[in-house]
C-alpha cells in the first residue's frame, strides 16, 4: 500500500510527453523521425506480411527466432538481445529492473525526455550531470556520479537527442 501511494504521487508529479502544435499545416516534424525516403525493401516486407502473417493468434512470446535472425546479423550472442515494443519500452523495463524506491538514475541534459518520465513514474530519483555549451558530456562528473551510493542506471545517448552530439570512444 504504502509503495502505491509513493507511485501515485510519482506518477502525479510528471508532465505528459505532449505534442506542439504547429502554426503551418504538414511541418517536417524531425522530433518524429522524420525521413524523406520509405525504408529500403518495404513493399517486400509488406507483401510478405500480407502472404505469411498469421494475424489472428500471438506469436512466441519468447521470439527465439527472431532473436536467432538478429544476432547472426549484429554478431552477439542471443542473451544480449532483448525484444520491446519500441526504446520507450526498453526504457520501461530498465526503470522496473533496477530502481527501487530511493534509487538514482543520471541524465545528461538536454536529452530525451523518456528516461525521466519512465524512471519517476518507477519510483526512480533523477541526478543530472548537463552538457557543457558545445553538448559535450562531462566524463569526470559522470564517473564520480556513476559510483555513488544507489545510482542504478546511467543513461548516456549516442548520438544525443536533441543535440545529434556523440560521446568519443576515449571518453
Ligand atoms: C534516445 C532515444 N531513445 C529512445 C527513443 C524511442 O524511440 P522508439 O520508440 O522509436 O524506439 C528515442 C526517440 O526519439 C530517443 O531519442
Avoid: H
Amino acid at each position: 500500500m504504502k509503495k502505491n501511494n509513493i507511485s501515485i504521487k510519482n506518477a502525479l508529479s510528471v508532465s505528459p510527453y505532449t505534442w506542439e502544435d504547429s502554426p503551418v499545416a504538414n511541418p517536417l516534424r524531425f522530433d518524429t523521425n522524420t525521413l524523406p525516403f520509405p525504408p529500403p525493401g518495404i513493399n517486400i516486407f509488406l507483401a510478405e506480411m500480407k502472404n505469411m502473417c498469421p494475424i489472428n493468434e500471438y506469436g512466441n512470446p519468447t521470439y527465439k527466432e527472431l532473436k536467432q535472425l538478429l544476432s547472426e546479423y549484429e554478431q552477439i550472442s542471443t542473451d544480449m538481445i532483448t525484444i520491446t515494443n519500441s526504446g520507450d519500452e526498453a526504457i520501461d523495463i530498465l526503470a522496473k529492473a533496477f530502481l527501487n524506491p530511493g534509487d538514482y538514475f543520471v541524465t545528461t541534459p538536454p536529452t530525451y525526455e523518456m528516461f525521466m518520465i519512465q524512471c519517476i513514474i518507477n519510483n526512480g530519483r533523477l541526478r543530472e550531470v548537463p552538457l557543457n555549451k558545445s553538448f559535450k558530456v562531462n566524463a569526470k562528473k559522470l564517473i564520480w556520479e556513476s559510483k555513488r551510493e544507489r545510482t542504478k542506471i546511467l543513461f548516456l545517448v549516442n548520438p544525443n537527442n536533441p543535440t545529434g552530439s556523440t560521446i568519443p570512444n576515449q571518453q
